[in-house]
Each structure stands twice: as C-alpha cells, then as structure tokens.
C-alpha cells in the first residue's frame, strides 16, 4: 500500500511559508521508504528521505535531509554577519541487532553541516549530536561493552576542537558469590582513550574489586558492609590546553590506588497513620578512604557534581570514574512514606558530615564544599493517576538559603492535563569551573479536550533569570523563550492539528518571530504486536477518499529492539546545561 501522504503546511519567520509533500512507498512487509519534498517562499526547496526496515534481528533506520541555502555561519563564538549560500543538511541513522543470546550491537550517526540548520528547519532543537557504535555482551552473572563516541556540538560559543572524542571505551563487569560469608563480589575493568583535536588528550585503565554484605538483624535492621580496592594508571599529553586546574591534572604518566570501607544502616519502623499505612526510615553510613592524589589524575567525566538526594548515600558522589572522595564521612538521613486508598506520599531528607579537615576537591557551590554539607530533600505525592507532584530543594546549612528549589506537577489524564515545572539554582558557583550559573526557569504544558474528538492545547517556557542572578545572562527576570498555543482534532483514524509557536531567541540565521503549522496523519491500527518504535503515518492508495491506514508486521519481527540514538548515557564530560522540561530526581 504506497502513495502520497496528506501535505504538511506550516509558515516560520526563517523560511515563510512551507508546502511539505510525502511520498510513501511500501517495499515490503518489514521495510518502507518515505520521500518529502519541501518547498518555502523565503528559502530554497528541501529534500527528506527515510528509510526503516525490521530484520530478523534488528531494527534501523536511515533519515537524510538536503538543501542549499544561505546560512549565516557560527563557529567557535564568531558569527559571520555577511552570510553565505551553501550546501547544508543532516543525517540521523541508528539501529540495534541482537546477534544471539548475548550479543548485540547498537550504532547511530547524528551530523549536520553547520550548528543552525536543525533550528531553522524546526527539525529538533538539541544542542549537540552524538554518534556511537557498541558492541555488548550480557549474561546473568557478567557484562562486556566495546564502545565508541563523538559528538557535534551546536552550542555557539563552544569549539569543536575541545570536544572529546572517546574511542574505544572498554567495560567489563562480573558478580562472583562470596561462598564463605554469603556476600557477593564485583570484579570491574575499565579503558578509556579521549582524544581532542585541539585540546587535551587522556588515557585511562583500571581494574577494581568490590565485596558486599547485607544482612538482617532480629530488630529489623538492615544492615550492609562494603569494601572495595583499585588501581588506576593514566595518561594524558597537552595538559596546558585544559583552563580549570581542578580538571587539568598532571601530564604523562600518573598512577592511583584506592581502598574503601563503608557501613550502612537501615531500620524501617512501620505503624497506622492517617487511615493508612506509613513506614519511617533512618538511615545512617560511614564511608572510610585514604587520602587520594585526585589532582594528578585529569578529570574527564566527575565534572557535573551536586549533592542531591540520588547521590546522599552513594560510596562516592563523584558521578564518574576520574574523582573519587576521600576522607572519612558520617552521612545520616530519614525517608518517611505513607499508603492509604489511592494516594503515596513518599519524602527524603539528609546531610552528611566529614570527619577531617583536610582539603577536598570538591568544588565550592555544590554542596560538598565544606565539613558539614547542604541538606537536600526530596518529595514526591501522588493520587492514583491523576495527581503527581515532586519538590526537590538543597538548603545552605550555614544561611539556610535555598540553593536548589525545583518541582515538577502533573495534574489530570492522558487527555486533559497540565504540567508545571519550576526551577531556580542559587549554587553561587564559580564562573570558572561550571557552564551552568545562577539560573531560574518557569515550564508549563496543558491540553483540554471536549467534544469526544477535540482538544485545545499550549505550552511556555519563561526563563526568569535576572542580571543580579546572573550578569551574563541579559534576562530582565522574565524573559519568555517560547510559547505554542493549538487545537487538535483526533479520532480512530486521523489527527489533524493547528499550531501557533513563538520563538523569543535568534541564532545565526534562525529568526524570532511567529510559526504556523497545518498538520494531518493517518494513524495505524489493527493487527500485530505494537512495534517497539513508531513505524509513522502509513499512505492510503490514490483511490481512496477515506479509511484508516492498516500496516502488519510479523511478531517476530515486532520483537526486535529498537532505541533512540539519543537515549545512551554519556561517556564524556557531560554539559551541565539546564533544559526546558528537563527532570532531575
């Protein structure tokens, strides 16, 4: 079944007014291919094809958009304000095959011919691309991972030269029981070469050993032990091209060994509370390691470090391999939920407290800096589907000013509902260790349906940062980044919408102003499993007039696993970069 989709229609302050026509053509039961052809009144017309395909083993697909416009070129922070007609594009392709049992791999490619093209074709608004190959093996008992990654950062004042490229990145993992005190072992192995064209350059390998206890005491407590040693070897050239001497460390050949012990407490008390069911939890740990040459080893990725509840009683709070805490620390903490008909309250609060004065690494305006650190909370309550509310916060325990203060609330069902989310970060950090400063967000999406098949909907995204919060900033303290206000019509069959955006930011040749867009697609229904990624609008034969699109696909071939090429975590120095939407629990 092949033929010509519905036209999209849509008109933007970057290319006017926009036809949009599709062709699909169905090869085969598991493969299709899908060719648009763009034209706009302000730019030259635009190619897109996308071809996917489900095999016996896996799933990819194949997407590449062409055009040749003028552009106004940003590279390295310089915008070229003359401008130039050229080439420009992207291709996104990514995919999964399971090879056996044990074996797959997963490999995408996300390029672009320059950082603006993406916006102003209104294609996705991420601020880098990431491509990667992984080669896993998994059983019960181990892990094998042979990687690869690059990135293109879109971000205007940041050059591509000083973006890592890691290849290859090597893990090994396995559990081993403890056949003579009932724990369990983990044996780990890791290397890592980082390469950068114009900057610093670091390899690393390590080999770790940790033993773990748990065990219940006739009170209830629960109680586990931990040990764990490694030895790490570095290498590392260019040092001087890195500016943060907390990252740089010592160039040539470097050596590290570590040693820790640590103990954890747990005693759940459970009783009636509130017509329901509570369970209150102290919990305490101490964790013991030598002190650390950490400064000597270069810093790759434990940048974006901030206490928070997920990291309270972690053995080390560093969130990668390179930074390890040492010292000796007492941390304490309580987690208190309550259950009754259809509601779940469930709340964290803890601190941690250093048992030496020795100098740390850790930088200050992360809540780790001093002996004694922030507390931090969390808070989640929810009512059945319908109601989903999280506060998370950090205090400063000297002042008890609120460093972090960030909830997200979700209200109604999958058709009527509104979103809500608030961030504001008071971390009064250094300009010279993070990207991310002082900074306070206001997000909110909602959608109303009525009439069985109608709905109306919008969203906003206000940034609320003021020149006191941030002197670089340039917000007013209400400063709307964009806003989209619509009404959608939706049945079994069609989806057709109206949509209103505006966008309050210019970048190169990505204007701000007003965007429309007429969307139409036919939906799938019908037979066969539902596919582990969306297979898209399907075309109706010319003939037809009416009718809902009905693709099937085999169940075996439904079962392969697919993913985005965006959804693998980062092997790199994460950007530490607050998003509209994003949530940190």
């Excluded at 996300?110 to 950082?115: L, Y």
């Amino acid at each position: 079944m092949s033929g010509f989709l519905m036209p999209d229609i849509k008109s933007s302050p970057s290319n006017g007014f926009e036809v949009a026509q599709a062709y699909y053509w169905k090869i085969a039961e598991n493969r299709d291919l899908t060719g648009t052809f763009s034209v706009f009144t302000e730019a030259a017309p635009m190619g897109r094809l996308e071809y996917r395909a489900l095999t016996e083993n896996g799933a990819y697909q194949i997407t590449g958009y062409a055009t040749a416009s003028q552009k106004i070129p940003i590279s390295d922070g310089r915008e070229d304000v003359d401008g130039q007609r050229a080439f420009r594009g992207y291709i996104f392709a990514n995919g999964r095959f399971q090879l056996n049992d044990n074996w797959s791999v997963t490999g995408s490619i996300r390029r672009a011919t320059d950082r603006t093209f993406l916006r102003r074709y209104d294609i996705n608004r991420d601020d880098r691309l990431r491509s990667m190959v992984e080669l896993e093996r998994i059983d019960q008992d181990s892990y094998f991972s042979l990687a690869g990654y690059a990135t293109q950062t879109l971000v205007a004042d940041r050059k591509q030269g000083l973006i890592p490229i890691a290849l290859p990145v090597v893990e090994y993992r396995r559990r081993l029981e403890d056949p003579l005190l009932g724990g369990r072992f983990e044996l780990r192995a890791n290397s890592l070469a980082i390469t950068r064209p114009d900057g610093q350059d670091t390899q690393r390998a390590f080999a770790y050993g940790e033993w773990s206890l748990r065990r219940l005491t006739g009170m209830g407590q629960e109680i586990t032990l931990t040990g764990l040693v490694r030895g790490d070897v570095y290498h590392s050239r260019q040092n001087e091209l890195t500016s943060e001497d907390l990252y740089r460390g010592m160039s040539g050949w470097q050596g590290r060994g570590v040693a820790t012990a640590a103990i954890d407490v747990k005693w759940p008390l459970v009783g009636q509370a509130f017509g329901g069911t509570q369970v209150l939890t102290p919990r305490v740990q101490l964790v013991a390691s030598p002190k650390i040459r950490n400064l000597d080893i270069p810093n790759e990725d434990s940048r974006a470090i901030e206490l928070d509840t997920g990291n309270l009683f972690a053995i080390n709070r560093f969130p990668g391999y390179d930074r390890i805490e040492d010292g000796v620390r007492f941390t304490y903490g309580l987690d208190w939920q309550f259950e009754r008909s259809r509601w779940r309250i469930k709340t964290t609060v803890g601190q941690s407290v250093r048992l030496n004065n020795r100098a740390t690494v850790l930088p200050d305006g992360t809540g780790l800096a001093n002996k004694t650190s922030d507390i931090v909370g969390r808070t989640e309550i929810r009512y059945r589907d319908f109601i989903n509310f999280i506060h998370r916060f950090r205090v400063d325990k000297d002042t008890f000013a609120v460093r972090r203060n960030e909830f997200d609330a979700v209200i109604g069902n999958t058709r009527t509902y509104l979103e809500v989310g608030y961030t504001k970060l008071n971390r009064d950090i250094s300009v010279d260790i993070e990207d991310l400063q002082d900074r306070e967000e206001l997000r909110a999406a909602g959608r109303l349906a009525f009439a069985r098949y109608w709905s109306v909907f919008g969203s906003a995204v206000v940034n609320m940062t003021d020149r006191q919060e941030d002197p670089l900033n340039g917000s007013d303290g209400f400063q709307p980044l964009r806003t989209r206000i619509g009404a959608a019509y939706e049945d079994d069959c069609i989806q057709l919408s109206l949509t209103w955006r505006r966008d309050y930011v210019a970048l190169g040749d990505v204007r701000r102003g007003d965007s429309f867009q007429l969307g139409f697609t036919l939906k799938n229904i019908g037979g066969g499993d539902a596919l582990p990624f969306d297979f898209g609008p399907l075309a109706l034969p010319a003939k037809a007039a009416i009718g809902c699109a009905h693709f099937r696909l085999s169940r075996r071939a439904a079962s392969a696993t697919y993913y985005a090429a965006d959804s693998f975590g980062e092997a790199l120095p994460r950007m530490n970069r607050l998003t509209a939407g994003q949530k940190r629990d």
